[in-house]
Structure formats: C-alpha cells, structure tokens
C-alpha cells in the first residue's frame, strides 16, 4: 500500500502545481508562477542528481555543469540565429550527456571524497572556461536574445504556457526516473551501490551501469540547464559555480535521498525559503543555515519521508 | 583424461613481506568437491580470492574449462560459471531475500541495459529465484529484507544467490561458520545433495563438515599446500598432525574421527 499512498502524495502535488497559474492570477500575484516555475527547473536538476545520488551512491558535487552546458548550448545557437527549441534543446541534453560521459569515465573509477573532488573539479574547469569566453559576455554572461521557439506551437515568452511546458518535463522526468530505478538497469546501479563485492561476485561489472546512469542524470539536468536559461533569458556562467552544484545537492539531500520525487519537495522548499526571508532580511542565509540543518537532523529521510508512502524505495 | 575443471599453477600472493600464497598448485575435477583446510591466517581466503579473481596472483596462471582466466576479473570469471561466497556475509543487505536472489539471477541473463520494463515483475527472474530459494530452504522468507534474516538464513541466502546464477564452480569461503549447530547440520546436508552435481572447492574448519562433504582434501599452512589426497589419506598423513599438532583442530580432528 505504500506505493498507492505514493502515487495519491504525487498525484496531490501535480495537482496543486497544476493550479497555481490560476490561482495566482486570481489573486494577481503572477510572480508565483514564475517562482514555482524556477522551482519546477531546479526541482527537474534534483531529481536527476537523485538517479545517480539516490540510487548509485555517487555524490556528484559538480552537477551545475550540466545546467550549464544547456544554458550554453541554447545561448550559443540563439547567438548565431538557430532558435529552434527542438534543436536546441536536444544539443543542449547531447551536449551534456557528452560532458557527463567524459567526467563520468573518469570520476567513475574512483569513490568517496575523490569522486566528490573530481566532479567539483571538472564543474570548476568548466566556470572558468565559461568566463573566459568573451565571445559570449565572460565574466558578465549576455542576454539570451530569444527564447527557444517551438514552431509557433508554444510560445514561452508567455509565463503560464512555459509554466505548463516545465511541469510537463518534470513530471515526465519523474516518471522516467522511477521506471528507471525500478528496470534491470536500475535494479543493477541499486545493487552496485549496496554492495559492489557482490556484484561482482554474480558477474555484474558496476561500471558501464554506472558510467550509463552517470550520463542519462548530465542529460536530464542538461535539459533543465536549457530551461532554466530560457527561465532567466540571461546566460551567466554563475550556472556553473559550485555553490549552485552545492545548492542542487542539498535539494536532494533536503528532499529525502533515494525518493525520486522527493528532490522536488526540496527544490521547493529551498528556493521558497530563501524567496521569502530575502524580503524580510538582507541577512537571510544566517536564518536558513541553521533551519536547513535542523530539517536534515529531524528529518532523516528528508521531506519525502515525513510524507504518507514516502519511505517507499 | 581429460583436463580438470580448474587448474591452479604456481599461484604466488604476498602482502609486503608475508607470503600468503606460496606456490600454490591446485586442481579440482568436475563434479569434486575439493576441501581447502588449514589454521588460520594459513591463505584459504587469499587462495580462494585469486581463484574469484577478486585478488591478482603476483605469479601463476589459472585455467578453467580449458581457457586460461589468469587476467580476467571477478565479473568476467563470474560470467564464466564462477560463484563464490564470501567468509564474511556478503548480501544486498537493503533488499528483500528474493530481490537478492532475482539480482543474481538477473545478472546471469545477459546485459542489464533494460531501462523501462519494472525488474520485479519481471516472471522469467523471480520465478527462478523463488525456486532457488526454496530449494535453499528460505522460501518462506522470501519477502523478508535480508538485514533482516537471522545470520543463519543470511549465509543460506548468499549460497542461494551463487546458486541462482547457475555456476559451473562454486567456492564456498567458510558457510557454516557462525552458525548454530542446527543450522549448520542443515547446511551441510544441503551442500551433500549438491554433491556430484556440482564442482565444488569449500574452505571450512568445520571437521565433520569437511570430512562428509569433500571428496579431496588440501592441506593449506604457511600459504602453502602441505598435503592433497582423500580425506582417508589426510588423516593418516603426519606432516598434516604435526602441522596441526596443538591447534584445536587436533581435537575437532580426533572428534571427527570417533565418529
Ligand atoms: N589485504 C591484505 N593485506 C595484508 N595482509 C593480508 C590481506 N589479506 C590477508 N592478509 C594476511 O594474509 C594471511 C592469510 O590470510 P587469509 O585471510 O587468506 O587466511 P585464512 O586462511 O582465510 O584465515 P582464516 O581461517 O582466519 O579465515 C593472513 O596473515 C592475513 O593477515
Ligand atoms: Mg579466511
């Protein structure tokens, strides 16, 4: 009955994502569907994060580059005039995968700490090449000089329709994760990360399975590195900084590790909180450390795990 | 005649300045049931780590089934018809006793680049587990997460996943160990009915478990093979008693023996 309760928890939250451009439009607070929406791109970052997290027991602490990647890719062609989505946005998730599958080989063969400094490292390389193209604003990033068009179909300088199309992709990268995790591949990565020796010992070699994971979760987040700079519509190569890498890793941690959509719940949370207390305070990172670090101690599965169904592997 | 199942030759391993294998030859018939005996810290484990290919030999080759397997590794090997079980429980210790039997099924059937259909509905890799892990004994226990499982029914379960991927060579690194008497006796009486159907090299200080289940017996000491024969030829062996001349097994031996 777990799942049951689950698949009601996350057919509850589509729900209310579902109305809350009508909502805010009744109440004239348009500004919340441009921050659910940011929230839905960064909630889209977490979950593939979650893929290798979660379920591979890899730390990445280099996630931005993914995001980056697709911002760039989406930039750079807009900056030439190619402003088909489609297209865009498919180099933007390539792209990506490529990046992933080169960090990937090497951090791969490595774990713990130096898998962490690795992805940090890689991520690092990328900032700084980011800043180093003056072609396309250095240090300063340009402005995105027009969102991805999609053949007049939907138009995303219009916040409610692009609000509908970033909800759709995150719930149809939450549905593709749990189908994942849940095939033969996934059950493969699960079983490497709870005991590598005995995989081995039954003919798995962790790796290609692995390295495979690694590659879809660059791809996933390429995607929401794609949106998040039509989001914006401005390019900087702070996407790639590594607070940001830290910021999505701690989503996932927030949002309860090994839960899919949980990620989500703390994307939300997050980006809400610091919405929030920014307009209280200029001080607000000193409210929310120490209310993020309490949310971690007391809720050990994280948010998802407070949720009915929510400890459901 | 033809060539035996599995060939160790010259097998040498040390760690710095201790020879935990020191020349080992070694060769197990198909269908035998090989015992590995010795003190401890004698090299049973590092042996058999070579032979899993979870360890690289410093020196010596390995053939099994005719084809040499010296540099291939745990997973290659493992796809080869090798299973081992490990002296310390080695589990999927976060999934249920049929998930961990379904995994070693799973790893059996090929590559596992199968991204959508859901791996526990999947008939054709719980079926199979579930009759290995009758066969096993744990059939009732099959939805139980195996943290969960007494110690007992955790060992059982780890020589079931070998079982289930459908080996040509069991190594069995100490299954009985830990094990309460009852438990053990049921264990061992398994492994019997696995004799002759199943090549088998076992390490075990267990004496009586020894001498029902092997066909050969090797004399492991000081990382070297002191003796190979059949258990009627190990015990009447002297160099075997002075080896084991104060140990406890002396007496587990002599205990054996009355029986
Ligand atoms: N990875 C390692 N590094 C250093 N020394 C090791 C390592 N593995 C084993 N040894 C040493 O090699 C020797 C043989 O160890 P091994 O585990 O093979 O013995 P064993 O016969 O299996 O003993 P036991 O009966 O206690 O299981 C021991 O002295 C052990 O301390
Ligand atoms: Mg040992």
Redesign the pocket.
């Known amino acids: 009955m777990r799942s049951r309760a689950r698949k009601l928890v996350l057919l509850a939250m589509l729900a209310l994502l579902v109305l809350v451009p009508p909502a805010a439009a009744l109440l004239h607070q348009l500004f919340y569907v441009d921050l659910l929406r940011r929230v839905m791109i960064f909630g889209i970052a977490a979950v593939s994060l979650d893929l290798i997290l979660g379920y591979g027991g890899m730390v990445s602490f280099g996630h931005a580059a993914y995001l980056g990647v697709g911002a760039y890719a989406v930039t750079v062609l807009a900056y030439y005039g190619i402003h088909d989505g489609l297209l865009q946005w498919a180099v933007a998730i390539g792209g990506s995968m490529l990046v992933a599958l080169a960090i990937g080989a090497v951090s791969i063969r490595t774990s713990g700490i130096y898998f962490i400094m690795i992805t940090l490292a890689f991520t690092q390389m990328l900032y700084y090449l980011g800043i180093s193209l003056d072609v396309f604003g250095g240090d300063n990033g340009m402005r995105l000089p027009e969102r991805s068009q999609f053949f007049g179909l939907i138009n995303l300088n219009n916040g409610t329709e692009f609000y509908y199309l970033v909800l759709t992709i995150l719930a149809a990268v939450v549905l593709l994760v749990q189908r994942l995790v849940e095939s033969r591949f996934g059950m493969a990565i699960r079983a490497a990360k709870s005991n590598e020796a005995r995989s081995r010992a039954i003919g798995f070699s962790p790796y290609p399975y692995k390295l495979a994971a690694f590659v879809i979760s660059g791809g996933i987040c390429g995607l929401a590195g794609a949106l998040l700079v039509n989001h914006t519509a401005y390019l900087t190569p702070d996407f790639m900084q590594w607070t940001r890498s830290g910021e999505i890793l701690f989503m996932v941690i927030l949002g309860g590790v090994g839960t899919t959509a949980g990620p989500v719940l703390g994307a939300f949370t997050l980006l809400v909180l610091e919405d929030v207390l920014s307009g209280w305070t200029e001080h607000w990172q000193i409210i929310l450390g120490p209310l993020l670090v309490l949310a971690v101690l007391f809720a050990k599965r994280g948010l998802a795990g407070l949720l009915p169904g929510g400890r459901g592997g | 005649m033809a060539e035996a199942l599995l060939l160790a030759r010259g097998l040498c391993k040390s760690?710095?300045a201790?020879r935990?294998s020191d020349n080992i030859d070694f060769d197990l018939l198909e269908g035998e049931t090989h015992a590995v005996i010795?003190?401890?810290?004698?090299?049973?484990?590092?042996?058999i780590g070579q032979l899993s290919g979870d360890l690289h030999p410093d020196a010596g080759t390995i053939r099994f089934a005719g084809e040499d397997v010296t540099s291939l590794r745990a997973p290659a090997r493992a796809r080869r018809g090798f299973a081992r079980s490990f002296?310390i429980t080695s589990i999927y210790r976060e999934f249920t006793a049929l998930d961990n039997v379904a995994l070693a099924v799973q790893a059996r059937a090929g590559h596992s680049f199968r991204f959508w259909r859901r791996a526990r509905e999947e008939d054709v890799l719980r079926d199979p587990a579930r009759r290995v892990l009758e066969e096993v004994g744990l059939g009732a226990r099959a939805g139980v997460l195996a943290a969960n499982l007494a110690h007992g029914e955790q060992r059982q379960l780890e020589v079931a996943m070998a079982l289930a991927t459908g080996p040509r060579l069991l190594l069995l690194d100490?299954p009985v160990a830990g094990m309460g008497s009852d438990e053990s006796q049921r264990m061992v009486e398994f492994l019997s009915r696995l004799k002759g159907r199943q090549s088998i090299i076992l390490?075990e200080?267990d004496m009586d478990a020894v001498f029902s289940l092997a066909d050969r017996i090797s004399v492991?000491v000081y990382g070297r093979i002191i003796a190979t024969g059949t258990p009627q030829e190990i015990r009447a062996n002297a160099d075997v008693r002075r080896a084991y001349l104060g140990d406890d097994v002396q007496l587990a031996w002599a205990h054996a023996e009355r029986r």
């Open positions: 760690f710095g201790l935990a010795g003190p401890n810290g004698a090299g049973k484990t590092t042996f002296q100490e390490v200080h492991l």
